[in-house]
């Protein structure tokens, strides 16, 4: 339906008189000017016509049969349709009266008669237009009221001089408040966030005191829900004077942008599957609480949590699945660690404690203010329990264990990355011991890299010093109980930590290479004291040294074992050199050239540590040596582990067959002696016979002992 003339090529104009011959000058005069013109000849007619032909102009004489022009008006303005509809009304010049009437009846304008048609002509067109305009304006302002409501926009304005304070629909929904009259500024302010309710009646203050315009966010708090933002936003118009008349503005909701820029703030430091804190936050936060820690003398914890085998759920299940749970485990997480720290107040202050989530199935648990690195231990030991109770996602029974690494700041490092990668090992350690366990980055895990270099330093030291001294244990013939031999064993009597065990300080010797000065030390010193106890009288005594790798590396070994051989007068048949399988990894070509030159010079070999490293005993074929020891695992397993004496036998009559001769080493017991009596093995050593002796007390040893034929 059309309901406006716009749409119309012509405005169209009613004229409305009882005269016909007015009605004709009147149409005659408009169509001249390019208006349409319809007709009625009275107040009642002209309502029907409006009604049906929807003019844009209504030209009305005052004085009219049936109804006449003013009760036509009012009527016609009744009806909201036709409110803003120019009204043209004639009238005689002088009927004042008639005049006011048809004003308050809601005439548009007059013009007196008798009518001069040029000049109605004009006035016609000009009213056109403003209804035009008004109507332009009345839509747009329609179209403003809708946008502002579609944006959530409203506006406000308090008259300064009376006080009137008006505001939209829109802002009465925004503050919840009443609609229509009853906004005041009071109330408006009233709903405001306590909060923020300071801030935005001071903008309001200094608009009003100095005329600033504002723009300020604040909350409302809802009867239901979360708090409601809006922008709020005034400034005062003042007269031609510069009298401020009113404070105007508009009030918007921007609680979906505030949302919106929350959610980027958030997902900056967060991960988006679990909403845990992301590794850029458990940094900053580790940064900040080390600081913290260090200032007051206090420590940080750092629990690292990975999933055993997550990537197995993945594939069964599908990521899906994959990623309910991480969603789940996050929330335990968070639940176990927030309980904890409520029920045990011990632990962790409740929002002191940060659960991240690092990527994968890696989680990080913040511990800023634990008191004793024990506190950290409990947490871990909670959180991996926890997570040890089967999940139910989407109808799957999903059980997963975790492991976790703790590391403590600062002793396990100064910064963020050192207690990371501490944690990471330290999962690493937990992992390999016992998935669903958890595990203290060792210090000593550091500690053993920094005791090393000052044991290198110490050791360097020590050569020169005379702390190094030879201690040596007797090899018995089984069958025989005779002495045929002495392992020398190095020892090592540190000026403040006193003795240090061989298996402590060798590896280090052997990594700054200080291996080859210990290794001939321990050659010349045993050669040299061998050849003293031959002069006592014990002619037949052997003497075995441990070599390292490195010494049978240099192609030296031959020559500085004959030299040492001949400067302290052994011969060469009386020295057995030991060597282990692991030493034969690296190399190996080298070292067996190496072996060969020694049995070259008369000099025997025995393969120590039998059955500990990788070597099958077929390899054994392929090996220059004379002796094979077996290790100590396999003889204290005698009596106790049926499988290892079966190899023990088997270990003994193989090397038989390949013409090889049996030590065992480690020998403790009465009973392990009679098993490898039984089973031929050659020789033993161990506590049972003699624990490794310097060398007077050994001499003595000799003295005293009797052989007896078992
Ligand atoms: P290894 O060559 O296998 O030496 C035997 C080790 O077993 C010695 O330990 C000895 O004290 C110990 N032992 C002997 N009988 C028994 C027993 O009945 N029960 C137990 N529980 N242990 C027994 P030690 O002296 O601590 O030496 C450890 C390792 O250090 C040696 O193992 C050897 O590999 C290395 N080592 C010692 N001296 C030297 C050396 O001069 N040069 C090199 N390269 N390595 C050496
Ligand atoms: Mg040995
Ligand atoms: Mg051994």
């Keep these: 339906m059309e309901s406006a003339g716009h749409s119309r090529k012509q405005p169209r104009v009613l004229v409305v008189d009882d005269t016909a011959t007015l009605r004709q000058m009147a149409r005659d005069a408009l169509e001249e000017d390019g208006l349409e013109v319809v007709e009625a000849a009275d107040g009642r007619a002209a309502l029907e016509v409006v009604a049906e032909q929807r003019p844009d102009l209504v030209l009305m004489d005052v004085n009219m049969p049936v109804l006449d022009g003013c009760a036509a008006c009012h009527e016609l303005r009744l009806n909201p349709e036709w409110a803003n509809l120019p009204v043209l009304m004639m009238t005689a010049s002088d009927d004042v009266e008639s005049m006011r009437t048809a004003y308050e009846a809601g005439a548009t304008d007059f013009i007196t008669k008798p009518i001069n048609w040029l000049i109605l002509c004009q006035r016609v067109r000009y009213m056109l237009r403003m209804s035009r305009t ?36 829109e802002v009465c929904g925004l503050y919840e408040l009443p609609r229509g009259q009853l906004a005041t500024p009071a109330a408006l302010l009233e709903r405001i966030h306590p909060e923020d309710r300071d801030l935005v009646g001071t903008a309001l203050e200094l608009a009003l ?5 504002f723009s300020v966010d604040h909350r409302i708090q809802l009867s239901d829900g979360p708090d409601r933002h809006v922008h709020l936003q005034g400034e005062v118009s003042t007269s031609e004077d510069g009298d401020p008349l009113e404070l105007s503005g508009t009030a918007q909701d921007v609680s979906g942008r505030k949302r919106a820029e929350e959610e980027v703030r958030f997902l900056a430091y967060h991960d988006s599957l679990t909403r845990l804190g992301n590794q850029r936050l458990f940094r900053d936060r580790l940064n900040h609480g080390l600081a913290q820690a260090r200032r007051q003398g206090e420590i940080v914890g750092v629990v690292l949590l990975d999933l055993d085998h997550f990537k197995r ?3 069964t299940f599908g990521h899906s699945v994959g990623d309910m749970l991480l969603q789940r485990v996050a929330d335990r997480l968070q639940n176990c660690v927030r309980e904890g720290d409520t029920v045990t107040r011990s632990l962790v202050a409740p929002d002191d404690s940060t659960v991240s989530r690092f990527g994968g ?8 203010s634990v008191r004793r690195p024990q506190e950290a231990g409990h947490v871990a030991r909670r959180v991996v329990d926890v997570l040890a ?9 999903v059980v997963v264990t975790a492991s976790a690494g703790i590391s403590i700041g600062p002793t396990d490092g100064e910064d963020v990355d050192a207690l990371l990668r501490n944690a990471v090992a330290a999962m690493y350690a937990a992992k390999e011991r016992a998935r669903g366990s958890y595990q203290f980055y060792e210090r000593s895990m550091n500690d053993v890299v920094r005791r090393n270099l000052e044991l290198e330093g110490e050791l360097r030291a020590a050569l020169d010093a005379d702390q190094l001294s030879v201690h040596y244990q007797p090899k018995v013939e089984l069958a025989t109980n005779r002495i045929t031999s002495v392992e020398a064993l190095v020892r090592w009597t540190h000026p403040e930590l006193g003795s240090v065990p061989p298996g402590q300080f060798v590896p280090v010797a052997e990594q700054a290479g200080l291996i080859v000065a210990v290794g001939e030390f321990v050659l010349r010193t045993a050669c040299a004291q061998t050849r003293r106890w031959h002069e006592a009288g014990f002619e037949d005594l052997r003497i075995s040294v441990n070599l390292s790798a490195q010494q049978l590396r240099t192609d030296e070994i031959t020559f500085t074992v004959s030299q040492i051989l001949h400067e302290t007068g052994l011969l060469p048949k009386y020295l057995d050199v030991e060597i282990t399988e692991s030493m034969m990894i690296e190399n190996k070509g080298v070292a067996i050239a190496a072996l060969h030159q020694l049995k070259g010079v008369g000099i025997t070999v025995s393969l120590d540590d039998f059955g500990t490293g990788y070597s099958s005993l077929s390899y054994l074929n392929s090996l220059p040596v004379d002796f094979v020891k077996i290790d100590r695992t396999f003889v204290s397993a005698i009596g106790t582990d049926p499988n290892n004496a079966v190899i023990t036998a088997a270990i003994i009559s193989m090397a038989h067959t390949l013409g090889l001769q049996v030590v065992a080493e480690g020998v403790e017991t009465e009973e392990q002696r009679r098993f490898l009596l039984e089973r031929d093995c050659d020789e033993m050593q161990g506590y049972l016979f003699s624990k490794p002796l310097p060398a007077d007390e050994l001499t003595e040893l000799l003295r005293n002992h009797q052989p007896q034929r078992s």
């Design 209 to 213: 005191s100095d005329g600033t315009p």
């Design 134 to 169: 008004a109507a332009d304006l009345e839509r747009s302002q329609v179209q403003l009221a809708k946008a502002q409501r579609s944006a959530g926009l409203g506006n406000w304005e308090l008259d300064l001089r009376s006080g009137a304070f008006r505001c939209s629909d």
């Design 313 to 315: 759920i993945n594939d």
């Design 389 to 397: 109770h089967p999940f139910d996602l989407d109808g799957h029974q």
């Design 361 to 368: 199935d890696e989680f990080m648990v913040l511990l800023p």
